[in-house]
Structure formats: structure tokens, C-alpha cells
């Protein structure tokens, strides 16, 4: 069991940076791949960046790439996505989320535990 607490969200104007953080509980966090979601209303959930275990292997969606980056920390138990170049459009609850797998994983259908979410709005 893994349980993920977001942080870091806020409102910014475009063009602004923000870091998201999520601490996970377990001693077990190294085994997990890590992703970053949004949701906006309306719409579905989609999938932002994913990290491997060990941090060596990355996707990003086309949506954020070179913007956007993905990082994580296995001795505190953190990942990390930082978002620079902040666009109107990336307004949207973001979810950190935790796949029991060695694989990157690209929907929600993939991974098995969840955070609550954290608002980030983006004003132009």
C-alpha cells in the first residue's frame, strides 16, 4: 500500500513556474514507477510525465515537453515535476500516481494508487 500527498499547487500568470511535489509512505517507494496526471473540468484525465524507478527513463507528453520536467528522489521518498513556461491551458488538477510495475505506464488505467490532487491555475 502506497499512499501520495501533492503539493506545490497555486495560481501563477503565464509564463510562470511551479513545482509539484508528492511525498509517498512506504519503504518500498524505489519499486514503484511514478506518474504525473491532470484533469481539467470537462475533460479526462491525461497523463503529464512518468519516471521510472530510478529515474533513468522518462516520457513527457507532447503537450509539455521541454517545459515541463519530471524527477524524483527515492531516499525521500519524492517526486518532483517542475513546469515552467506555464500556458492558460495547463489549468487543470494535477494527480501524482503509483504503477506497481519496472515500466512506464501512459493512462490512469495503469497505475494503482492515487493522491488527492492538487489545483494548479495558470492566468493569462
Known amino acids: 500500500q502506497v499512499q501520495l500527498v501533492e503539493s506545490g499547487g497555486g495560481l501563477v500568470q503565464a509564463g510562470g513556474s511551479l513545482r509539484l511535489s508528492c511525498a509517498a509512505s512506504?519503504?518500498?517507494?524505489?519499486?514503484?514507477?511514478m506518474g504525473w496526471f491532470r484533469q481539467a473540468p470537462g475533460k479526462e484525465r491525461e497523463v503529464v510525465a512518468a519516471i521510472n524507478w530510478g529515474g533513468g527513463n522518462t516520457y513527457y507528453a507532447d503537450s509539455v515537453k521541454g517545459r515541463f520536467t519530471i524527477s524524483r528522489d527515492n531516499a525521500k521518498n519524492t517526486v518532483y515535476l517542475q513546469m515552467n513556461s506555464l500556458k492558460p491551458e495547463d489549468t487543470a488538477v494535477y494527480y501524482c500516481?503509483?504503477?506497481?510495475?519496472?515500466?512506464?505506464?501512459?493512462?490512469?488505467?495503469?497505475?494503482?494508487?492515487w493522491g488527492q490532487g492538487t489545483q494548479v491555475t495558470v492566468s493569462s
Open positions: 512506504g519503504r518500498t517507494f524505489s519499486r514503484y514507477t
Open positions: 500516481a503509483a504503477r506497481r510495475s519496472w515500466e512506464l505506464g501512459f493512462s490512469a488505467n495503469d497505475y494503482n494508487y
